[in-house]
């Protein structure tokens, strides 16, 4: 961490946002995607679901993200999440028992004039059951639940519906909090997954925020284990020495919004694999 933080300092650039200055959803994700694709103009759009592997950068330790995935860490936890799903019948809560649907998430809801995610879908699921919500939003079994419902959308291209107002004032929000500076580093997102990627800093190398959420839940071998979308976000913050939110508040839920639009048309690949 120290060795990140001390290379952004060394790092210093200050940048414009012209990026983030767009005036509507679908022009936001045209600038994006044109960024990148100006950026890394050999990496196809649905590579970006493999996270920092996609970017030519990484060629070698791509070699040895291939040799780990021939016997998936993942394959365990996401067995153990299909059991609890099995057990509990959740598939009865959702459209199609669950199958190929979580491209689409997260979603608004009318009724609770809320975004909901696909981890408070199944807690949701479970309410209705009368049996406990899980509350470990960023790991265990949430994690390893959410990774097997999402995986069973996998190769489905992201599609997120903003046509809701109530959606689109949520996809702004994390819009603004996506390019908004922080921290005791006066990062935003946008300085190390928008205008670094690609970019090595202190041994990691800053993958694209194109296609960020299409590999959660990851399991990354620095966790152990599998961790929701909101635990990474939680340690990016970190990062950046900023207060980081709780899983699953608003301003992560409406972050996720954001970031998965800017994914429209990458293919879910759960769980990824990461370092
Ligand atoms: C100081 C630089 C820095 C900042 C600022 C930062 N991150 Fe990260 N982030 C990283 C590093 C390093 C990784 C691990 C390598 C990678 O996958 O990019 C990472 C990984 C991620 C991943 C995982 C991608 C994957 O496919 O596994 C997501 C998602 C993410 N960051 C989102 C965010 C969001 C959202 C913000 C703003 C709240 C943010 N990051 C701010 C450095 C940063």
Redesign the pocket.
């Given at each position: 961490m120290k060795k990140?933080?001390s290379a952004?300092v060394i790092m210093g650039v200050i940048f414009g946002l012209p990026l983030a200055a767009q005036a509507d959803p679908y022009s936001d994700l045209q600038a994006f995607r044109a960024h990148f694709k100006k950026k890394f103009p050999t990496v196809k759009l649905s590579e970006y679901k493999n996270?920092?592997y996609a970017l030519p950068i990484a060629k070698e330790l791509r070699t040895e993200w291939e040799e780990i995935m021939v016997f998936p860490p993942a394959e365990p936890e996401v067995e153990s999440g299909k059991k609890f799903w099995n057990k509990h019948n959740l598939g009865s809560c959702f459209k199609n028992k669950g199958v190929g649907i979580a491209q689409s998430y997260p979603r608004w809801d009318d009724k609770a004039k809320a975004v909901v995610t696909a981890e408070e879908d199944i807690n949701n699921c479970l309410k209705s059951k009368g049996q406990k919500p899980i509350k470990n939003m960023k790991k265990g079994t949430m994690a390893s639940v959410t990774a097997y419902f999402r995986s069973m959308a996998n190769g489905k291209a992201v599609r997120l519906d903003l046509s809701n107002p109530g959606m689109r004032a949520e996809y702004e929000y994390g819009k603004k909090?996506?390019w908004a500076r922080r921290g005791q580093?006066n990062?935003?997102?946008a300085?190390?997954?928008v205008h670094?990627a690609g970019m090595r800093?202190g041994g990691?190398?800053?993958?694209a925020?194109l296609?960020?959420?299409?590999?959660?839940p990851?399991y990354r071998s620095k966790w152990g284990g599998l961790g929701t979308?909101h635990r990474?976000?939680g340690?990016?913050?970190k990062?950046?020495r900023a207060k980081p939110f709780k899983a699953q508040s608003r301003e992560y839920k409406a972050?996720e919004v954001y970031?998965t639009y800017m994914s429209t048309g990458i293919p879910l690949s759960v769980p990824?694999q990461?370092g």
């Open positions: 990140i933080t952004l996270g920092l909090f996506f580093l990062f935003s997102c300085t190390c997954h670094n800093i990691n190398i800053l993958s925020a296609g960020h959420t299409t590999g959660f990851v979308i990474r976000y340690g990016c913050n990062q950046v972050l970031e990824g990461r």
